[in-house]
């Protein structure tokens, strides 16, 4: 697991920007994407986190257009592959060798990690090669990570990104939960993990998973539709959207991003409020404002 280090980090508060499913190929909407990269210039977050499926269909052309937009982004990017990622079609590639077009034409780390004094981010690979859509959580992997944010600071804000989504949406229909999701929901939240950051369903939802022990503030959950493709769903169907995540010393405020036009770009629709799970002034206190 490779570690960055988050350079000229803000000591007060960080902003972070997370986008899925950009789908590089024919479901792509370049306006989007160049909608994004106008979004990133005039806000300028910390980071950036893209969730998974840059490809619709793992082509190397497809990886090298998702390589030149995350080059163009121009801030700390973490980036985890998803199920769009793996070959459908070459079958013997996608039987041996699944992440072989990834890691040659975007990046070889398949769960990469950013951090600093004040921010500690984890990403996991849920994407395997024998199946269409589903995704999974190796227990080897899930314990590596859960290592790594037990033992950091409670003072770091937590984040783990996944492409697959560990608990079943509000609203319309989905795929089953990604296999081992209830072991890694509660070795997450066990953990100390304050957010987990998602893609896959191409709609956007939030959240709560049940603290293990008594008390304890819940960790959040929250998953954002597709940000540039015309695969949208449910009550996303031919929108995009993105989360743009404020963090402070004791909350985190989340705004969920709906394209309005070239003209507006991405503009606020939703927002909402919980608790930093360390925060020992909290109290009970959950999401507010959803």
């Known amino acids: 697991m490779e570690a960055v280090w988050l350079r000229g980090a803000r000591s007060v508060s960080r902003s972070i920007l997370h986008i899925s499913d950009v ?3 024919p479901a792509h909407l370049p306006d989007r994407a160049a909608g994004v990269l106008d979004l990133v210039a005039a806000r300028r977050p910390d980071l950036v986190i893209l969730s ?5 269909r793992a082509k190397p052309v497809q990886f090298r257009a998702a390589r030149r937009f995350v080059d163009e982004i121009g801030v700390p990017v973490i980036v985890v592959p998803g199920n769009h990622d793996v070959p459908l079609y070459r079958f013997w590639e996608r039987s041996l060798a699944p992440f072989r077009a990834y890691r040659s034409h975007f990046a070889r780390e398949l769960a990469p990690n950013l951090s600093d ?7 996991f690979n849920t994407a395997f090669n024998f199946t269409l859509t589903g995704g999974r959580i190796l227990r080897r992997q899930l314990d590596a990570a859960t290592r790594v944010f037990s033992n950091a600071s409670p003072d770091l804000f937590k984040i ?4 697959h989504h560990l608990l079943m949406p ?3 229909h989905a795929p089953r939960v990604l296999w ?3 072991r890694a929901l509660h070795g997450l939240a066990a953990a100390g993990v304050d957010l987990v950051v998602a893609g896959h369903l191409h709609h956007s ?12 503030l819940p960790m959040t959950i929250l998953h954002t539709g597709t940000t540039t493709s015309s695969r949208g769903r449910h009550d996303e169907e031919g929108e995009n959207t993105c989360n743009w995540i404020e963090l ?13 036009g070239r003209e507006d770009g991405f503009v606020p629709k939703h927002s909402f409020c919980f608790k930093r799970r360390a925060d020992e002034q909290t109290g009970r206190e959950g999401v507010s404002g959803v």
């Open 160 to 163: 783990a990104v996944l492409h």
């Open 205 to 216: 939802f939030v959240a709560q998973a049940n603290a293990p022990v008594g008390g304890e």
């Open 180 to 182: 081992g999701a209830n």
């Open 52 to 56: 998974g499926d840059l490809t619709q």
């Open 117 to 123: 004094d004040e921010l500690l981010v984890i990403g």
């Open 170 to 172: 509000p609203r319309g």
């Open 248 to 260: 402070t010393r004791r909350e985190a405020t989340v705004s969920s991003l709906w394209w309005s």
């Open 23 to 25: 789908h590089f190929g």
